[in-house]
């Protein structure tokens, strides 16, 4: 089953505009939540992340909002440029225990943005 | 900067092959894993390696088996290919808890499977 739900699956902005992308989990043991970013032909790379202690997390123009009663967080790019056109993906893990650095992945949001 | 190599990029086996994906790492990072990447279903986990020799089975390991002899090198073996395996297989790495200042998994490129 998947334990991480994304949307949407696919994402058109113009360049400068606000791009979000959504993630519920289901699991309330899930204590690490990581967005990571891939391009094509490489393999994904970690881009922010945040845990369930905080409401939101902020680097550069990258912003995680956290919702832990309905759990639910976001990834929300200011400013998009088009060097941000690539795909993302939300997980959830353990941040530590028997099973650190076992994450569920959502299913990815290919972004694509517009010059 | 860390390293994980992946043997191929692209592969293209016969249905009943057996087959070996290898996966190197070159930063003395304990744990090692196996990913298997699908259009609409995003990154699943075939099986992990928090040691030498040791291994456990993540969300998706039928008709998967993996060998870790080495700290830096983990591979991903299908005994017999089928159709339905054909897949972007991605490696990652991390430190061990003990040793990390975060979770963060270091991926390779990817090694492009099809199986005919």
């Known amino acids: 089953q998947q334990q991480v739900k994304q949307s949407p699956q696919s994402l058109i902005v113009q360049k400068g505009g606000i791009s979000i992308i959504n993630c519920a989990y289901e699991n309330t043991a899930f204590d690490y939540f990581p967005w990571y970013q891939q391009f094509p032909g490489k393999g994904p790379a970690l881009l922010i992340a945040i845990r369930p202690d905080v409401s939101e997390k902020k680097e550069g123009r990258f912003t995680i909002s956290f919702n832990k009663s309905a759990k639910q967080f976001s990834l929300h790019i200011m400013d998009s440029q088009p060097g941000d056109s690539a795909t993302y993906f939300c997980a959830a893990g353990y941040a530590g225990g028997t099973s650190y650095g076992k994450l569920t992945f959502g299913q990815g949001t290919i972004l694509t943005v517009h010059p | 900067d860390v390293k994980v190599t992946q043997s191929s990029r692209y592969l293209v086996k016969r249905t009943g092959e057996k087959v070996f994906l290898e996966c190197v790492q070159d930063?003395?990072?304990?744990?090692m894993f196996w990913y298997r990447q699908d259009p609409g279903l995003g990154l699943r986990l075939i099986y992990f390696s928090y040691d030498v020799k040791m291994k456990e089975k993540g969300d998706i390991p039928e008709g998967y088996s993996v060998s870790r002899e080495k700290k830096e090198r983990f591979s991903l073996i299908l005994e017999s290919a089928s159709t339905n395996q054909t897949s972007m297989y991605l490696c990652?790495?991390?430190?061990?808890?003990?040793?990390?200042?975060?979770?963060?998994?270091?991926f390779g490129s990817g090694t492009q499977l099809s199986v005919l």
């Open positions: 990652a790495s991390s430190l061990a808890p003990q040793r990390a200042l975060n979770e963060k998994l270091f």
């Open positions: 930063m003395d990072h304990e744990n």
